[in-house]
């Protein structure tokens, strides 16, 4: 079956550190992955997406690489600020005759101290 | 200008009850989704639609039940509401297939949060 395993939380670093959260996947099909995040209070934001191997996914200074050979996907940011405090999502969708369902990892708090 | 909205925002209830949550998406899509975020933050999908047909149907009990009355709206209604059903639920939507052949992004409401006392 799908699932997606992200390393617990929360992750707590000072203002201006490089933040990793490691997501790995298993999957029947070739699967597109994405990262979302949701703000203390709001709903889901898609933050990127790669959808075939060796794709890097980009937005707002986060960065994940699709790496098929080690079924990862993890996020990285180079200097974290406090407004990036919030709850990040892994999730992968694999093509099942068109009847697509996003399976997520149980979600990773940050929080980013000043 | 809102993708896909979601009313009300906030429902308080008390058991026994009846409620309904409503979804609409000013997108385009094809396909709606519901997904319940228990209080640890899992997310979980229960039910979608793809032109207001039931596509996905999770081990959701039979208390909920989602309508389609057209492929731009997607609602929820829980009869008999439980204590455990307190949670947020999120609609969303996409399409079924983006560039490429690729299932396309899912694009997510704000959340009702569901309080059962």
């Known amino acids: 079956g799908n699932s997606v395993t992200q390393m617990e939380g929360p992750v707590t670093l000072s203002e201006e550190a490089f933040l990793t959260i490691n997501c790995t996947y298993t999957a029947t099909g070739y699967p597109s992955l994405f990262w979302y995040v949701q703000y203390p209070g709001e709903g889901l934001q898609l933050l990127l997406k790669a959808t075939k191997a060796d794709d890097k996914g980009s937005n707002k200074g986060f960065e994940a690489t699709y790496r098929k050979e080690t079924t990862s996907f993890h996020l990285e940011k180079g200097s974290v600020q406090v407004s990036d405090s919030a709850v990040y999502f892994c999730?992968?969708?694999?093509?099942?005759?068109?009847?697509?369902?996003?399976?997520f990892g149980a979600g990773t708090r940050l929080a980013v101290h000043p | 200008d809102t993708a896909v909205s979601q009313t009300p925002k906030y429902l308080v209830t008390q058991m026994g009850n009846d409620k309904s949550i409503k979804c609409e998406q000013n997108l385009g899509h094809d396909t709606m989704y519901w997904y319940k975020q228990d209080s640890k933050k899992f997310l979980k999908i229960m039910f979608s639609y793809n032109n207001k047909e039931l596509i996905i149907n999770e081990t959701v009990p039979n208390r909920f039940s989602p309508k389609s009355p057209d492929k731009a709206h997607l609602n929820l209604h829980i009869n008999s509401l439980e204590l455990g059903d307190s949670a947020v639920y999120f609609c969303?939507?996409?399409?079924?297939?983006?560039?490429?052949?690729?299932?396309?992004?899912?694009?997510f409401g704000p959340g009702t949060r569901l309080t059962v006392l």
């Open positions: 999730a992968l969708i694999a093509p099942a005759g068109g009847y697509n369902k996003l399976i």
């Open positions: 969303a939507s996409t399409n079924t297939l983006g560039g490429a052949g690729r299932p396309d992004t899912q694009y």
